[in-house]
Nanobody, 115 residues
Framework: QVQLMESGGGLVQPGGSLRLSCAASGSIFRINIMGWYRQAPGKQRELVATITSSSYTNYADSVKGRFTISRDNSKNTVYLQMNSLMPEDTAVYYC?????????WGQGTQVTVSS
């Protein structure tokens, strides 16, 4: 099992920035892909960005050029740097890790973009 602890959400004005962090513990040697998903009220959960153990990244079209995912394997942590935030980025953001027999989710952190 892998446990995930997220941090970094909050309220920010349009155009602002936030950085989310997600620290993994437990069976971390099994982790391959680390990523972020989000779910806005009344909508399905959607992929934001993922990063593999070899640092290959994938982004949703809606965040390309604004968000950057990275990971620090020495700290078992994945980050999401969010710049130029827009009101439509408002959602609960969830950390996810995948690997052999692993598909774990964090508890979610609220990001609200509003003036």
């Amino acid at each position: 099992q892998v446990q995930l602890m997220e941090s970094g959400g909050g309220l920010v004005q349009p155009g602002g920035s936030l950085r989310l962090s997600c620290a993994a513990s437990g069976s971390i040697f099994r982790i391959n892909i680390m990523g972020w998903y989000r779910q806005a009220p009344g909508k399905q959960r959607e992929l934001v960005a993922t990063i593999t153990s070899s640092s290959y990244t994938n982004y949703a079209d809606s965040v390309k050029g604004r968000f950057t995912i990275s990971r620090d394997n020495s700290k078992n942590t994945v980050y999401l740097q969010m710049n130029s935030l827009m009101p439509e980025d408002t959602a609960v953001y969830y950390c996810n890790v995948k690997g052999p027999y692993i598909d774990s989710w964090g508890q979610g952190t609220q990001v609200t973009v509003s003036s």
